[in-house]
Nanobody, 125 residues
Framework: QVQLVESGGGLVQTGGSLRLSCAAS????????MSWFRQAPGKEREFVAA????????YYSDSVKGRFTISRDNAKNTVYLQVNSLTSEDTAVYYC??????????????????WGQGTQVTVSS
């Protein structure tokens, strides 16, 4: 069992930055691929970024590539998402998710074993 708790969201102006964190419980954090998803009002949850078990492989959606950076610290059981150059299109609840499975699609919500409760990011113009 893994519990995930996100933090770091908030209200930021267009062009601003935030650092989101996701703290995981349990002793097997480095068994899991960790990802961030987001969900805007009235829209489906969408994939944002993923990082491999040891942090050497990362993968991003086209909409955030070059602006967002995912990283992890296995000693702290924490995954981070640095979000820069924010626009109103980035307003959403951001969720972290964990999966042990290595195959399949990183972008599918159905491939993940555990989810956090989410942290709200609101970008104002």
């Amino acid at each position: 069992q893994v519990q995930l708790v996100e933090s770091g969201g908030g209200l930021v102006q267009t062009g601003g930055s935030l650092r989101l964190s996701c703290a995981a419980s349990g002793r097997t954090f480095d068994d899991y691929v960790m990802s961030w998803f987001r969900q805007a009002p009235g829209k489906e949850r969408e994939f944002v970024a993923a990082v491999g078990q040891v942090g050497d492989n990362t993968y991003y959606s086209d909409s955030v590539k070059g602006r967002f950076t995912i990283s992890r610290d296995n000693a702290k059981n924490t995954v981070y998402l640095q979000v820069n150059s924010l626009t109103s299109e980035d307003t959403a609840v951001y969720y972290c998710a964990a999966r042990k499975k290595l195959g399949g699609s990183l972008e599918s919500v159905h491939e993940y074993d555990y989810w956090g409760q989410g942290t709200q990011v609101t970008v104002s113009s």
